[in-house]
């Protein structure tokens, strides 16, 4: 499966270095990795979803507690999670953090994928989450931590989109 | 069984946990009965209080996390039953007021009203303590049983479908989240 495995290290070491003690996924081909490498790591919590909108409640809970935590998902599951986004997260002005698998851009072979691709970055200017593009090793770890900074600065949700660059080796 | 009563009946076994409501009716009931700096109300977010109780619940294993759910938030989120389940935290209990209807917005009927049985569902998902009770005697022994049980237990309390004359209380939302937080962080055991 060519799907960047050093990539995924390396975002993964980008979460470790934030203190993220807990993921909620979903599985999506392009975050395999990360999750595998999340279910190995003893020090994580990896909670398993049936639907992205409960990573939201999950990450809540888990920040009240004083967990920090990480919603790993495809851009189709941020869709699935918007009210939760909106009604709890923005409502109760929790710092989320969201790596969302930008599918459906320029290389996308998988038909089904290309609505979301086209309507993604639209979403999230228009519920007035900031985003960043993660697109090359480079600057993979500086962009996460400065992602996580805002979210608990502003104590409002913020994206990171994986990008095909980053995460697709062909 | 009014839910009012069945809230008094537990609330003084509140007093240790992290509460966890969802909007409306719980809501200002509880607070009706005396607003406590544990009590968290997720005034919004159908269906993710159960979501939020099993991240605090996961977070911190020596806290006791009540989630105080509804048929209609529920049924937006019976996915998050099998969620549940599968981390089955022993230290959440997790009780689903069951009046058949969304009160708040009218009354309209929901599925438990021509027979979608939640506890069944929940049992079904893998929750393994499951009980639905139909008056306050019963209420309050399965309370009691759940938290003597230790384990994961999702109580469907049948209710009659009335509630407060006004949802909108004094307590602000933020304050109120940030009053919870804070409790949370006070009471975090030493590393």
Redesign the interface.
Known sequence: MPVSASSSSLIYRGLKEGGVR?VSALPETWLVHLIRMAEEDEGM?L?????E???????????????R?AMLMQNHGFLAAV??IV??AQ???IPLLMLISDRGGFGERDPWQTEGGLVTAHLLDALRIPFQRLESPGHVAHRIAQAQTLAYSAGRPVALLLGRDLMWEE | MRRLDALKAVYPELEDCAVVTIMGAVAAELQSLGHRPNFFYLQHAMGLASSLGLGLALSRPELRVVVLDGDGSVLMNLGGLTTLARYRPRNLIHVVFDNESLLSVGGFPTATATGSDLAAIAAGAGVPRTATVRTLDRFRAAFADARAANDLTTIVAKVEAVGPSAYVTDLSLLENRYQFQRYLRDRRPKE
């Open positions: 807990m919590t909670v398993r979803l049936a639907k909108e409960e990573g939201v409640g999950i990450s809540a809970g888990a920040h009240f507690a004083g967990v935590s009210n939760g009604s709890c409502l109760y002005r």
